[in-house]
């Protein structure tokens, strides 16, 4: 019997796995900021690497600079466009077009895909007729935003407007759908009203995934009016790069494509910024001292 005991003692200690803690759990915050600092370097290394790569090949004659000017050349070029107005000209009226169109967009579109939601008889009369209307290309519907509305500016907002819209009304539906029904029947034996049932129940509970329609329609957005001020514009960023590119000066064409990537990037932050704050689940909690 001693001897059973000693030889399965000594398999337990051979077969015993022993775990080491890692930095991670050793001295979390030393590694929190360990690990910030290396993605912050990271992040702003990779593009600078790019840059100065880019100005050397120019440089060099790796590049045919007729066609990929170096970077300061780039640089020199935007700030020129700049202090002469064409740029900031261009940059305002494709953000004013931007905010017009996109909160138009979004705010019909979580409206009414809230309403199709919540009514079943709504759903069945609109639903099938707005996914038809979805697939269709949406710069094909611009010939006929510009017979409704004429040439100028409101076409290319009523643009950006439907683009935003659809995207938002279908992803909308679907979360005021997906919401548990154990919630709403909780809800209702507590005693809650339907404005009630829909401020405190639904709306949150869906709220993720209309936030997250609404970050991907951001970028959309950009996408769609800069395009379409290449395509059919007489003002703008977009109309700016295509106007640079046909008189062939490819630094201020370059120059607006980079700013043009810019507010992109600034205007998905910013709606990703005040998305967080809509999500009480995601609100950035003070730290107490």
Same mark, same amino acid.
């Given at each position: 019997m001693s001897t059973l005991m000693t030889s399965h003692d000594q398999l337990d200690r051979r077969d015993l796995v022993r775990r080491v803690p890692g930095p991670a759990e050793r001295a979390p915050q030393r590694y929190a900021r360990r690990r910030r600092a290396v993605t912050v370097t990271l992040a702003w290394a990779t593009p600078v690497l790019l840059i100065v790569v880019w100005e050397l090949a120019a440089r060099f004659g =790796?590049?045919?600079?007729?066609?990929?000017?170096?970077?300061?050349?780039?640089?020199?070029?935007?700030?020129?466009?700049?202090?002469?107005?064409?740029?900031?000209g261009a940059v305002v009226d494709t953000v004013r077009k931007l905010l017009i169109g996109y909160g138009i967009g979004a705010?019909?579109? @979580?409206?009414?895909?809230?309403?199709?939601?919540?009514?079943?008889?709504? &759903?069945? /009369?609109?639903?099938?007729?707005?996914?038809?209307?979805?697939?269709?290309?949406?710069?094909?519907?611009?010939?006929?935003?510009?017979?409704?509305?004429?040439?100028?500016?409101?076409?290319?907002?009523?643009?950006?407007? @439907?683009?935003?819209?659809?995207?938002?009304?279908?992803?909308?539906t679907t979360a005021v759908i997906s919401v548990e029904q154990g919630y709403r029947d909780a809800?209702?034996?507590?005693?809650?009203?339907? =404005?009630?049932?829909? &401020?405190?129940?639904?709306?949150?509970?869906?709220?993720?995934?209309?936030?997250?329609?609404?970050?991907?329609?951001?970028?959309?957005?950009?996408? @769609?009016?800069?395009?379409?001020?290449? @395509?059919?514009g007489d003002s703008g960023l977009g109309y700016l790069i295509f106007q640079r590119s046909q008189v062939f000066d490819p630094g201020t064409m370059y120059a607006g494509v980079i700013i043009a990537g810019l507010i992109g990037v600034a205007f998905t932050g910013l709606?990703?910024? /005040?998305?967080?704050?809509?999500?009480?689940?995601?609100?950035? &909690?003070?730290? &107490?001292?």
């Open positions: =790796t590049l045919d600079t007729r066609f990929f000017p170096a970077p300061s050349v780039i640089w020199q070029a935007g700030v020129q466009s700049i202090q002469d107005g064409a740029m900031t705010v019909a579109g @979580v409206a009414l895909g809230v309403l199709l939601g919540l009514s079943w008889i709504a &759903r069945a /009369a609109l639903e099938h007729t707005l996914v038809a209307l979805y697939t269709l290309p949406k710069l094909a519907l611009f010939p006929v935003f510009l017979l409704i509305f004429g040439l100028g500016s409101m076409p290319q907002i009523v643009l950006v407007a @439907v683009s935003v819209f659809f995207i938002v009304v279908l992803a909308s809800a209702a034996v507590l005693g809650a009203k339907r =404005t009630q049932l829909l &401020r405190h129940v639904i709306i949150p509970a869906a709220l993720p995934a209309i936030a997250t329609a609404i970050r991907l329609t951001a970028g959309i957005a950009i996408l @769609v009016i800069v395009g379409i001020e290449m @395509v059919s709606v990703s910024f /005040a998305m967080k704050f809509a999500i009480p689940q995601q609100r950035p &909690r003070l730290r &107490r001292s």
